[in-house]
Every structure is written in structure tokens, then in C-alpha cells.
């Protein structure tokens, strides 16, 4: 089955602060809640909704924080995406989610899952990156310095009106191979591009949630922290900081992966998915459909 990845032009279902947003639901099921990161948008995990539609109802969405034509009226930054989860959860109506959150939209799920647990089924991360309850210090600005040396020339290139240049650096970095942008399959180049103008709004954020290690220690749901063996030191020692400090979660470090797994091997990133929606209690229960539209029927 092909999976299509072109520019969503469905009716946005509903409005989160004024900003409409368009989702995608894969099979049916217990709900699963697929969020992208930086540079993404509904399109980015549909292979992988796809692959988990014989089990669960998979949805995506293009997170209205990150939208490239209309974003909220809150504040952009993780504490403004919390509160449009929380949103985009109680607007699907489909009771507490599996939210399987990858890169920016992982410090969110977190604090959802703390704050709002009655929301949350299941929490998956794949690599969160703010540093804000990783304790030991020189682990922390490890993190920091990590983040300038990839994302930096990112914002300069930026800055300086060079929104093409910016892309295939902040991609290059992420995948932590020079020209791995450009060289990227059609599909994958459009939605970088169709979304390279929301880097204004992540160089212009808020001040991430301050959760700390006693926060984190709050989730009792089930939780699943993982990260590629090859991704970058700011991914690497947030995820594993994440791991340890959630009571009970699974910790997996995933061979010959990096950041970009998601995109790169929706197959075998679905099949991480699964394994933890499986732990989770998650099953198939009705026959499997599929939608491509923004409605839930």
C-alpha cells in the first residue's frame, strides 16, 4: 500500500485557538496519537499511522504550533503546545490517547502525561531534547553545547534571510551528515520546505516547561523512552536522563539509528510503536479501515 504524502487539502476538522487543524486516522481502535517535530506536519508519520493501522486507530496531525499558514493565539513554545495537545486530545473525542511523540513534541507529551493524565493511555518518546531534568550539570551543558554547535548556524542562516540554506543545515545536523538533505527522497524534501518557516517561531519560543526529575516521576502510565545508538549527544543524554527518571518505563536504544528514524524507516519505527502499544495493552478490536480525509468517520 502507498502511503500519500501530498499537501493535505481535506477541511481542517476542528480550531485550536483559532487555528485550524487538519489530522489524518489510520484503522481503528484504541486511539494513538502520532506528533512530529521541527520541520513536519501530518504528512511526516503517516507511513508510520499506516503501519499501525491493523491494530489501532492512528491518527496524525500538523501540530498548530507549528503550522506554516496559521498558528495559535497562545504563545509559541513547549508550554503553548502542551496546551494545544491537551486540545487536540479532548477535540478528537476519542477518550485518553497512546501519544507517541517524537523530537520537539516529546517535552509536551511529558508534560501532558504529568499534568493531564487522565488524557493519556500510554506515553512513547523517540529523542526529546530540553535538557530541564537532566541533573548532573556537566551532563546538562553537554546538552547545551551539543545544541549550539548543530542549531546556531541554523538561526544565523536565518536570520539572514536564507530560509533554503537554514533547512539543509538544521536537516544536515539533525541527521549529522553533510548533503543528507538534499539527498532526501521528493516527498520528504516537501514537507521540510513546505514547513522550513516555522523555524521563525522556534527561534522566537518561550522558555521550556521547567520539568524537572520529581516530575518526571510523577507518570504512571506506561512509557517507552527511546533513541537511535547513533543519534547526537543533546538527544542521547536527554533521552536517557528521561528513562531513568519515569518509574517503570522501557529504555531502548535502537542499533545503526539516529534522530531522523522516523522519516527514514517508518517500518521499523512502526514496529517500536507497536511493541510498546502491545506492552500497553493496546489491540486490534475492529476491522481495519482507512481514511486519508480530515473526518473521523
Known amino acids: 500500500m502507498t502511503t500519500d504524502l501530498s499537501i493535505p487539502t481535506e477541511r481542517p476538522v476542528f480550531e485550536i485557538e483559532g487555528a485550524a487543524v487538519p489530522f489524518r486516522s489510520h484503522g481503528s481502535g484504541q486511539p494513538v496519537l502520532l506528533t512530529h517535530g521541527v520541520l513536519g506536519d501530518l504528512r511526516s508519520l503517516c507511513p508510520v499511522a499506516s503501519k499501525l493501522s491493523h491494530m489501532v486507530e492512528a491518527i496524525t496531525v500538523t501540530l498548530p504550533a507549528l503550522a506554516a499558514d496559521a498558528r495559535p493565539s497562545r504563545p509559541f513554545g513547549t508550554a503553548g503546545q502542551r496546551d494545544d495537545l491537551i486540545d487536540l486530545i479532548r477535540s478528537l473525542g476519542r477518550g485518553p490517547v497512546h501519544l507517541v511523540a517524537w523530537s520537539y513534541s516529546a517535552h509536551a507529551a511529558i508534560a501532558v502525561a504529568i499534568d493531564r493524565p487522565d488524557l493519556v493511555r500510554s506515553l512513547f518518546l ?67 520546505r513546505d514547513t522550513v518557516q516555522t523555524l521563525g517561531a522556534i527561534f522566537a519560543q518561550t522558555p521550556p516547561i521547567p520539568l524537572g526529575p520529581q516530575d518526571l516521576g510523577r507518570i504512571g502510565c506506561p512509557v517507552t523512552v527511546a533513541r537511535g545508538a547513533r543519534t547526537r549527544a543533546c538527544y542521547a543524554i536527554v533521552s536517557d536522563a528521561a528513562a531513568r527518571l519515569v518509574p517503570g518505563a522501557d529504555h531502548i536504544v535502537v542499533p545503526d539509528a539516529g534522530h531522523l528514524l522516523p522519516e527514514q524507516k517508518p517500518a521499523r519505527f512502526a514496529s517500536l510503536v507497536k511493541a510498546h502499544l502491545r506492552r500497553a495493552g493496546a489491540t486490534a478490536t475492529r476491522p481495519r479501515t482507512e481514511s486519508g480525509t480530515g473526518d473521523a468517520n
Not at 548556524?153 to 541527521?175: M, N
Open 126 to 192: 523517540y529523542e526529546p531534547g530540553f535538557p530541564t531534568f537532566v541533573e548532573d550539570a556537566a551532563a546538562r551543558d553537554a546538552v547545551l553545547d551539543d545544541m549550539r554547535a548543530a542549531f546556531a548556524p541554523v538561526e544565523e542562516a536565518f536570520a539572514r534571510g536564507d530560509p533554503e540554506g537554514a533547512l539543509r543545515l538544521a536537516i544536515d545536523a539533525a541527521a549529522q551528515a553533510s548533503g543528507y538533505c538534499d539527498a532526501q527522497p521528493d516527498e520528504i524534501r516537501a514537507i521540510h
